[in-house]
């Protein structure tokens, strides 16, 4: 069978389910490599084709034919649970714009500096999705209100 430009035989499946038996909880991206060198999945220029074996991989699991791992949550989770608790400076400020004081919008730095942590632990707080990962270029900011200290900001009407 054809799948994604690549030909899938008896044998080439027996190998993937092989590979999951035998690595349970293997990632789909480390799968995806596995399967890439065992089959000398390769472009033109040398590099494994990952992104169209995991779509074929999908493919053959809608298909019936494999069954991918589970996929797991990352350890990030846990770790976001910790960086929660470590946050005091932060606080959702339910008020008139007038009732904050004195405000400043603060950039942040390089995703080393105080500033960036800061914005990181406030975003995997109070926003739904975390702090990422984001694409594309992002200019990072904190509102701090003379009153409040550091501040979410929910622009949205009620």
Same mark, same amino acid.
């Given at each position: ?42 472009? $033109?220029?040398?590099?494994? /084709? %990952? #992104?169209?074996? *995991?779509?074929?991989? =999908? ?40 009732e904050l004081g004195q405000i400043e919008i603060v ?7 105080? $500033?960036?942590?800061?914005? /990181? %632990? #406030?975003?995997? *707080?109070?926003?739904? =999705? ?29």
């Amino acid at each position: 069978m054809i799948v994604c430009g690549k030909e899938f035989t008896t044998e080439h499946i027996e190998m993937i389910k092989d590979i999951i038996a035998e690595n349970s909880r293997i990632s789909h991206g480390k799968l995806s490599r596995y399967v890439c060198e065992a089959l000398d999945w390769q472009s $033109s220029n040398g590099k494994l /084709k %990952e #992104m169209s074996c *995991r779509v074929a991989l =999908l493919k053959l699991e809608r298909k019936g034919i494999i069954t991918l791992p589970h996929i797991y949550e990352k350890p990030d989770v846990e770790k976001r649970v910790a960086i929660e608790d470590r946050i005091t400076e932060y606080q959702k400020a339910e008020c008139d714009l007038s009732e904050l004081g004195q405000i400043e919008i603060v950039k942040t730095g390089s995703r080393y500096s105080k $500033s960036y942590e800061r914005w /990181k %632990e #406030m975003m995997n *707080r109070a926003h739904y =999705l975390g702090s990422g990962p984001l694409c594309g270029q992002q200019i990072k900011y904190l509102v701090e209100s003379e009153h409040y200290g550091y501040i979410g900001v929910d622009s949205q009407e009620k």
